[in-house]
Every structure is written in structure tokens, then in C-alpha cells.
């Protein structure tokens, strides 16, 4: 199949089936045919610095390039060879998935604090999901991929999701091949799928991210080194720890439907609650402090309070995927 063909291929593929759930594939745009007409613009001061990726205004298919916006200005921006459909940084350390100049592979580069892209290694599958564990040590990337023979249909979409060595840009493991325990048993299924990676910023050996199976979507709590996960709850997609570790902000499925609302859990309870944010918000959530989230709706990017109080309040115009950069972090 010739190039132009695969990408009118993937243009046509809207809907992923993952984990029992429907999920929306945005086609994605080659480095070459992105607009630089997009610029993040800052509806309101942030208490930190945000990265984000920058989306068109006037083409909502993901533009791409890279933005740090600070006391309400543009600090930074990538040049045209760093252009990504999920941007994460931590530490120094940088990862963006995007498509590879050809239009029609995916690829992870790995980046530095001067947004200058370092190694580039292909994904298998469509951009989804990353993170960057706090010390910059460990990279987390969650791809769809098709042709599971479980899913009965070359079109139907299934998930990998892998941990890498920033420092080589190297995957290390996959939670496709981790030990999962329910309750202190060994727990199998040939649909399992898992994504949404998100460190503990105390050790980044230990990590949550979501399983799912069947119509559940487990919490599963793991370990790099033990290459173990742990059952919690069900009930919790794309999670995301607070910086002192102590709450998960994650999207909670509304019945059978693929809308959802965000909530936050006490990790040491794991009860939640829901927030004021009362659109359907399909996005791993980022927390711009231990109070306060910061999330995209694919166009612009909002906060709302983590407790459940106020209401959710745009932050920065014409971006998605933010990013909140650590005090004492100069880009």
C-alpha cells in the first residue's frame, strides 16, 4: 500500500476499541504539513510554568510544536523538527510521540532542556498517552495498535504501553508481559489492555496505570523492577498522581457510554470524588499544584480545583497536553 493510501487509511480510522470502550483517533499530521500559524496564547496566569503543544486554530489536527508558557508570556518554543501529538517533560528529560517526517510511521524522540531533540526510535502504533517519571529517569508511552486476533477485526484497536530508559531511549519493558495479581492471585484475560502510565514522584520505580478487560478498568499499581502490577479498583482510567503523591486524578467512565467525568481518590482510601469540571474530558490530567488539575478538551487548556469546589477556568488557548514544569526549571 502506497504512502498517500496508508494515511487516508488512518484518516478513515475514528473509532479505537480499548478495554471494552470506544475511543476517538484523531489523524494525525506529518512534521512537513503542520501549520505555524498555531500559538498557545495565556487566558490567565499559572503559579508555574506549563508546556504544552500547540494546536491550529484553524485545523484542530493537532499542529504540534512545543510551548512553555510562564507569567502569562511564551518563554519557550521548539523549532519545526520537534512536533508531537503528546508532549511530556521532567527532570531535563523530554518525550514527545509524534509521526515520522514520512507521514506514515510514529515515532518517540526524547528531548533536552532547550527543547532540542537528542534520539528518535519508531512507535508501533498510534500515539496515545506519555509521561516522564520526576527524576527524569524512566519515559512511559501508550500506543494503539491493530490486528489482535482477540478483537476479531484488523480495524479494531487494542493498546502497548511501555516504560523507557530516557537516558538511552530505550524500552525496557512492557506492561503487556507484567504479573498481574486480584487479590493476592494471579489474574489473566487474553483482551488486557493497559495505558495511562503515571510515576510515583517519591520513587520512580513505583507506578499506577489503568488495565482493562472486559467492560473493567482497573487501577493497577506496579513495579518496574518486579515487573508486578497489583489490582486496587475498578472504575479509574488514565490516572494521574498529585506531586506529593497523596491523591489520583483520572477519568471516570459515565455508565456503558464514552463520556466521562474527571475525579480525584485518596490513594490511601481510594474513595473519590468528582470535580467541577462538568464536560466529558477524554485526557490524562496533569496537576498544576497538590490543589489544582490542568487538563485539554483537545483545544485549549483548562484548571479546576482538585477538591471539588469552583470551577474549571481556561488557562491557555489553542494547545492540549499540558505539562507543569518544576520550580527551579529553566527552559
Not at 18 to 30: F, H, S
Not at 115 to 129: A, E, M, N
Not at 166 to 191: N, R, Y
Request: charged share 25%.
Amino acid at each position: 500500500m502506497g504512502s498517500r493510501n496508508v494515511k487516508i487509511l488512518v484518516a478513515l480510522v475514528v473509532l479505537c476499541v480499548v478495554g471494552g470502550g470506544v475511543y476517538v483517533a484523531v489523524a494525525a499530521l506529518a512534521p512537513n504539513e503542520t501549520s505555524t500559524d498555531a500559538n498557545p496564547v495565556a487566558a490567565a496566569d499559572a503559579d508555574v510554568p506549563v508546556m504544552v503543544r500547540a494546536v491550529d486554530p484553524a485545523d484542530t489536527r493537532l499542529n504540534g510544536r512545543v510551548f512553555v508558557v510562564d507569567d502569562g508570556t511564551v518563554t519557550a518554543r521548539s523549532g519545526k523538527d520537534l512536533t508531537c501529538e503528546r508532549v511530556y517533560y521532567a527532570a531535563g528529560n523530554g518525550l514527545c510521540l509524534g509521526v515520522a517526517a514520512s507521514g506514515v510511521e510514529y515515532t518517540a524522540t526524547t528531548f533536552d532542556s532547550r527543547l532540542r531533540p537528542l534520539h528518535t526510535f519508531t512507535l508501533t502504533g498510534l500515539p496515545s498517552r506519555a509521561r516522564v517519571s520526576s527524576d527524569g529517569r524512566y519515559g512511559a508511552i501508550t500506543v494503539f495498535v491493530a490486528g489482535d486476533a482477540y478483537r476479531g477485526s484488523s480495524a479494531a484497536f487494542s493498546t502497548r504501553t511501555y516504560i523507557v530508559d530516557m537516558a538511552t531511549a530505550k524500552p525496557i519493558a512492557q506492561l503487556e508481559q507484567f504479573q498481574v495479581l486480584k487479590e493476592g492471585k494471579p489474574f489473566e484475560a487474553v483482551d488486557f489492555n493497559f495505558w495511562g502510565i503515571t510515576f510515583d514522584p517519591m520513587d520512580s520505580n513505583r507506578f499506577y496505570a489503568t488495565l482493562g478487560t472486559g467492560t473493567h478498568h482497573y487501577l493497577v499499581e506496579g513495579e518496574v523492577s518486579t515487573r508486578e502490577l497489583k489490582v486496587l479498583r475498578d472504575g479509574v482510567e488514565c490516572p494521574s498522581l498529585s506531586p506529593d503523591g497523596r491523591q489520583i486524578a483520572f477519568k471516570s467512565r459515565i455508565g456503558t457510554t464514552d463520556t466521562w467525568r474527571l475525579k480525584v481518590l485518596d490513594v490511601a482510601t481510594l474513595k473519590d470524588h468528582p470535580v467541577a469540571e462538568k464536560r466529558s474530558i477524554d485526557d490524562q490530567v496533569e496537576w498544576l499544584n497538590d490543589d489544582t488539575l490542568v487538563y485539554s478538551n483537545g483545544t485549549n487548556v483548562y484548571t479546576v480545583p482538585a477538591d471539588g469546589s469552583g470551577e474549571a477556568k481556561l488557562l491557555i488557548r489553542d494547545a492540549s497536553s499540558p505539562v507543569r514544569i518544576e520550580s527551579g526549571e529553566k527552559l
